[in-house]
Structure formats: structure tokens, C-alpha cells
């Protein structure tokens, strides 16, 4: 009865908090190692809180709670959840959370994120047994004066592929921290919408780029069209007017824009004329004085 009552408190608890925040994170805690986590909690002092609690007890009060949508957050919770509750942007979180990841040295059975390279160069490691180490994990390795140097790149372990025990106890002494620690942040709901990771993640500078470029295509799209707007109009003014411009002066109609050009033209057609006409005349002078001078 007792284990009940406790467990009525902490879900009305949790239902007051869901009424006083408009956001509502969830995230998974699974391997999140205790001084991250207070450094993740650090980074977020006065932005956001984080609440561990019970997975059911999460479950019973977002259904209690009656706050609409809040229910679609029941379909992501897993592995050791805890709630982030914030009256932030949940993009800005998602940026402050991915800014506080840390490394941290692989334990046998970590699942590598990422392929692990064991980098071309010399090494901290004086000459002795740990040689060995290197190479029967397959790493190319010689003595170079008082180092152990690597002759190449070798890629130790593949991305989604397990790290042994072998592997993992190279990397600390060759201190390559490969496993990344963050706030595993799966979803987060705000005034009614969703929000996955998939989308939280999303680095500003590809929504940036996504800007520009759909800016781009509209503006090409609009002028392409001949369509007028406050970006396009200028351009397409400046079209028409040459247009009009290189019209007038193929029909010869003068105007305050061609009157210069076709002034121009005439000159030059009346001197290419004068000098055929120039030309003539002193071929038929020529013709002339050859017949006299012949008779």
C-alpha cells in the first residue's frame, strides 16, 4: 500500500510539472556515466531540468495529464528514460545538448559510432612488450629512436562493429577516446508537435543552406516566368527595358535611349557608302584614262 501511495505522489508530481513547462523531453540515461551527466546538468542550469523517475510512473502521468499530443511521447521511450523539462526553443536545447558531448575511452562491447583509426605517426609508448599489443591487433608499427611510431592509418575497428577487449585496451594506451558522451535526447514534444532526434540534430548550417538554396530556385523559378515581386521586380524592369531597347534599334525608331546608336549607325552605312561610291568613281576614272591612253 505503501509502495502505491509513493508511486500516486510521484505521478501527480510529474503531471504538475508536464501543466508548467511546454516542453517535454525524453531521454534515454542508458550508460550515461554520473560526471557527464553532471556536466550536461551544468550546461543547462537555468535552461532546462532533468527528472529520473520510474518508467511506468512516466507513462501513468503523461495519460493523467491530459495535455494534448503529450501521449505520442509514450511511443519512444525506452532503455533507462528520464524527462528534460524546459520552457526553451527544443532546437536550442538540442544545440547546447550537442554542444556538451565528451570522449571517453571504449570498453569491451561498446558499439563503435563511428570507424576508429589509429593514426599514422609516433606514439606516447616507449619501446617494449606493448609493440606487440599493437601489431597483433593489426596495427603497423616499428620503434623509431625512443618511440613506438605507427607506419600508417589502420582503421581498428568499423563503424556498428564491437569493440574486443584487445582493441579497447590499445586505444587507452595509445589514448584514443573514441566513444562519445551526450545527453541521448530521443524526442521531445512542444505545444502539441513531436520533435525526433532525427530532426533535433539537424546542424544549423544545413537549415541555413536549405534557405538559400529554396530562396535561389523560387527567385530563378520567378524571373524565369517573368513573375514580378519585391526581389524580382528590378531585374525583370531591367530586362524589358533592354528588350525594348534592342527592339527599337532593329526597327530604327528613334527614341531619348536609341537616338545615340542609330545617329551612330547612319554615319557609318553613309561612310561605307561614300567609300564604295569613292571607290567606283576611281575605277571608272582608271577604265577611262587606260582607253585614252590605248587610243
Do not use: W
Not at 591487433?137 to 600508417?152: L, Q, R, T, W
Request: aromatic share 4%; net charge positive; no cysteine.
Amino acid at each position: 500500500m505503501m509502495v502505491s501511495e509513493n508511486k500516486k505522489a510521484a505521478v501527480k508530481k510529474l503531471e504538475a510539472e508536464f501543466k508548467k513547462y511546454s516542453v517535454i523531453g525524453v531521454v534515454d540515461m542508458f550508460k550515461l556515466p554520473s560526471r557527464q551527466l553532471q556536466e550536461i546538468r551544468d550546461s543547462l542550469r537555468g535552461k532546462a531540468i532533468i527528472l529520473m523517475t520510474k518508467k511506468n510512473v512516466i507513462k501513468l502521468a503523461i495519460e493523467n495529464a491530459g495535455v494534448a499530443g503529450l501521449k505520442n511521447l509514450e511511443n519512444v521511450i525506452r532503455g533507462q528514460p528520464a524527462l528534460l523539462l524546459s520552457d526553451m526553443n527544443p532546437f536550442e536545447l538540442a544545440r547546447i545538448i550537442e554542444s556538451s558531448k565528451s570522449s571517453a575511452a571504449a570498453k569491451p562491447g561498446d558499439i563503435a559510432a563511428k570507424n576508429i583509426i589509429a593514426k599514422e605517426g609516433p606514439t606516447s609508448l616507449k619501446p617494449g612488450p606493448v609493440i606487440g599489443e599493437l601489431q597483433r591487433v593489426k596495427i603497423p608499427a616499428g620503434v623509431e629512436g625512443d618511440k613506438i611510431v605507427i607506419k600508417k592509418d589502420t582503421v581498428l575497428v568499423k563503424q556498428g562493429e564491437t569493440i574486443t577487449k584487445p582493441v579497447a585496451d590499445v586505444l587507452m594506451k595509445l589514448g584514443i577516446e573514441p566513444v562519445e558522451i551526450s545527453l541521448n535526447l530521443l524526442a521531445v514534444y512542444d505545444n502539441g508537435s513531436i520533435y525526433g532526434k532525427d530532426l533535433l540534430f539537424i546542424p544549423l548550417e544545413k537549415y541555413q543552406n536549405d534557405i538559400v538554396s529554396g530562396y535561389m530556385n523560387a527567385f530563378n523559378l520567378a524571373l524565369n516566368i517573368g513573375l514580378p515581386t519585391k526581389e524580382t521586380l528590378p531585374m525583370l524592369i531591367t530586362k524589358a527595358y533592354k528588350e525594348a531597347v534592342s527592339l527599337a534599334l532593329e526597327a530604327d525608331i528613334p527614341t531619348e535611349d536609341t537616338i545615340g546608336t542609330l545617329l551612330a549607325k547612319a554615319k557609318s552605312q553613309m561612310e561605307a557608302v561614300k567609300k564604295k561610291s569613292g571607290d567606283i568613281d576611281s575605277k571608272t576614272s582608271d577604265n577611262a584614262y587606260n582607253e585614252n591612253e590605248e587610243g
